[in-house]
């Protein structure tokens, strides 16, 4: 038996109102993005919560000039102080490892849609409810209750712990955690290991992606007598064919990346694949006026071994197509760029330690896997040697990341503060 891994699992299980009262506290601060609200009040609320740990902890912002030049120009809505926390426990001899998750949040939407209040999260059923309980404010929670575990123990890490709880993730295209890592702040990392991923396996690598927009334009006329005008949703059909051409050709593509288990339970593919999404569709003012525009929008995910670039033309050659069998087709094309791909090696003694106590934690066998949605730590995985795994509470459809109702199992928050403290204290799972 291994007593220091049980005594800190029993530690968590105890401590279980403790770790729900910190994701409830995190929940109830709106840190909606766009605008970006309210990052310097959550990372104000958390700071004194390391600091009573021994961390060295303090409001890290992105600084002005930096978002001007990165950021502004792609969303002009944005509004306020980009604060981050990063929180270093300096450990003399012992190696970094930085543990990360995203404070910010999607936008509620419609409140009358939600079952609960999305910013007055309650407990129901074996869920935490409410906004950014699954993504990804429970992977914020279960650090920081991963190390209260530790100080109460009384058992020191194993590593020099940083911790970086950054915002921005869910608009990009330049976050807390990049500006982190341009600036230095993992140099003396070894590893890097993220809460903000899936509950069914341990993330080596995923999809990149970018937003794209098409406005086609028309000439506004009375509908009587819309023979004068010329209809940009009329003449958006060539380009709905072309692009969804382009889609059956894009989505027929494989990664080497292996897919999570729920992907592939849903999907029914092995490897993660691109997807070429149209996703927004606006035109028109009122029933007898032909429209002087209309807007098409989507993203493109794109798989590692894409090119980023290759994949902007392949849609110009979509549009390029479209213009010709429709000549009067007059359209302007912008790309917004989001995160890259990354895909870090399956068979890394790391990522199979870290599969190990996973596994041992939940009591059911988790592998690697790509995670299919786009994530800033791709930056990290790209830009830095350090060794990234990705673990979280999100689940396909349950967890309703990004959606009405978003909620996170009880037993999956607690089941990654283990998984954190396990890690930061060295331990092993047991054998056999």
Request: net charge negative.
């Amino acid at each position: 038996m291994n007593t220091v891994f049980d005594a800190m699992c029993r530690e968590v299980d105890a401590r279980q109102d403790e770790l729900i009262e910190t994701l409830i506290g995190l929940v109830r601060i709106p840190t909606q993005t766009p605008p970006g609200e309210n990052y310097d009040r959550i990372v104000e609320f958390l700071l004194p919560e390391f600091r009573r740990l021994g961390f060295d902890a303090r409001r890290y912002d992105l600084p002005p000039e930096v978002f001007e030049a990165r950021c502004r120009k792609y969303y002009p809505e944005l509004t306020g102080i980009r604060a981050n926390l990063l929180a270093r426990l300096a450990i003399p001899g012992k190696p970094g490892m930085a543990f990360y998750c995203h404070l910010d949040t999607v936008p509620v939407g419609e409140p009358a849609h939600w079952t609960v209040d999305p910013f007055e999260p309650i407990v129901r059923d074996g869920y935490v409810w409410g906004r950014g309980a699954a993504d990804s404010k429970a992977g914020a929670a279960a650090i920081l209750q991963a190390f209260r575990t530790l100080h109460r123990l009384g058992v020191e890490p194993a590593v020099s712990p940083v911790v970086a709880l950054t915002t921005d993730e869910e608009v990009g295209p330049y976050t807390g955690l990049m500006h982190m890592v341009d600036s230095g702040v993992f140099d003396g990392c070894q590893w890097f290991h993220s809460c903000d991923g899936m509950a069914d396996s341990v993330g080596i690598g995923s999809l990149g992606a970018f937003t794209w927009t098409i406005r086609v334009f028309g000439r506004s006329v009375h509908s009587g007598s819309s023979f004068l005008g010329l209809n940009p949703i009329e003449h958006s059909v060539s380009l709905l064919n072309e692009l969804l051409r382009t889609k059956r050709e894009v989505e027929a593509r494989r990664s080497q990346l292996v897919a999570g288990p729920e992907v592939v339970k849903t999907a029914g593919r092995q490897y993660l694949g691109p997807l070429l999404n149209i996703t927004i569709a606006r035109g028109g003012v009122k029933h007898n006026v032909v429209p002087p525009e209309f807007l098409l929008e989507g993203d493109r995910r794109f798989i590692p071994e894409e090119d980023e670039a290759e994949c902007v033309r392949e849609l110009e050659e979509a549009i390029s197509r479209a213009r010709e069998r429709d000549p009067e087709l007059r359209c302007e094309f912008q790309v917004r760029p989001f995160y890259p791909a990354f895909m870090r090696p399956a068979d890394d003694p790391w990522v199979s330690e870290v599969c190990r106590l996973v596994g041992a934690v939940r009591g059911v066998p988790v592998g690697p896997a790509g995670v299919n949605g786009s994530t800033d730590v791709a930056h990290v995985g790209r830009a830095t040697s350090l060794k990234v795994t990705i673990h979280g509470v999100a689940r396909h459809g349950e967890t309703r990341n990004h959606g009405v109702d978003e909620r996170c199992r009880v037993d999956d928050l607690v089941a990654v503060t283990k998984i954190v403290a396990l890690l930061a204290a060295g331990v092993s799972p047991p054998s056999g």
